[in-house]
Antibody, heavy 120, light 110 residues
Framework: QVQLQESGPGLVKPSETLSLTCTVS??????????WGWVRQPPGRGLEWIGS???????SYYPSLKSRVTISVDTSKNQFSLRLSSVTTADTAVYYC????????????WGQGTLVTVSS | QSALTQPASVSGSPGQSITISCTGT?????????VSWYQQHPGKAPKLMIY???KRPSGVSNRFSGSKSGNTASLTISGLQADDEADYHC??????????FGGGTKLTVL
């Protein structure tokens, strides 16, 4: 059974870049059946899709975040990563990595989530 | 793309049935049979409960069912149990490889 684990700093200063990595175990990130995505949840609020990537590097991003987001994949390490630039306090959230079935469909496996706080 | 619209909260007594709505537009929910639902207990990661409008993953109780009419999808939980108390989130494909979530609904089992 595939498992996902987020890692990265829990505190980021305003205007800096948030960087997180998701390590996939129990399965290969190089499967053509899946995309790999990031979803965030601000405190007390709903889920927000950030973007997704295929094993070959094909990406899609949420339009309102597109100018600040970069998602990349490292198949040799079975990892994918998120970079969100120019962060503000509005980017404070629990960030989840998840496996997405195909480019258009659902998220069937999730990491446990990691809280990232933007504060000086 | 705007978030899908869900009621902030719903409630029901043990054994009863409840329905949570998820309203989108003709560009997302109305155009694709690609609506999914997730259950989230406090402090936990979301769990897939329904995909492609009405399909249940292996291991999910048949008390959970999904449907869609026009631009609105619905999640129905029958025979409410205490452990069903959680937040529920809907999600839809919105074209151009984009997905959009709803704002989430808090289910209280009275």
């Amino acid at each position: 059974q595939v498992q996902l684990q987020e890692s990265g700093p829990g505190l980021v200063k305003p205007s800096e870049t948030l960087s997180l990595t998701c390590t996939v175990s129990g399965g290969s990130i190089s499967s053509s059946s899946f995309y790999w995505g990031w979803v965030r949840q601000p405190p007390g609020r709903g889920l927000e899709w950030i973007g997704s990537i295929s094993y070959s590097g094909r990406t899609s991003y949420y339009p309102s975040l597109k100018s600040r987001v970069t998602i990349s994949v490292d198949t040799s390490k079975n990892q994918f990563s998120l970079r969100l630039s120019s962060v503000t306090t509005a980017d404070t959230a629990v960030y989840y990595c998840a496996r997405k079935v195909g480019a258009t469909d659902y998220f069937d496996s999730w990491g446990q989530g990691t809280l990232v706080t933007v504060s000086s | 793309q705007s978030a899908l619209t869900q009621p902030a909260s719903v409630s029901g007594s043990p054994g009863q049935s409840i329905t949570i709505s998820c309203t989108g537009t003709s560009s997302d929910v109305g155009s694709y049979n690609l609506v999914s639902w997730y259950q989230q207990h406090p402090g936990k990661a979301p769990k897939l409960m329904i995909y492609e409008v009405s399909k249940r993953p292996s291991g999910v109780s048949n008390r959970f069912s999904g449907s869609k009419s026009g631009n609105t999808a619905s999640l129905t939980i029958s025979g409410l149990q205490a452990d069903d108390e959680a937040d529920y989130h809907c999600c839809s494909y919105a074209g151009s490889s984009i997905v959009v979530f709803g704002g989430g609904t808090k289910l209280t089992v009275l």
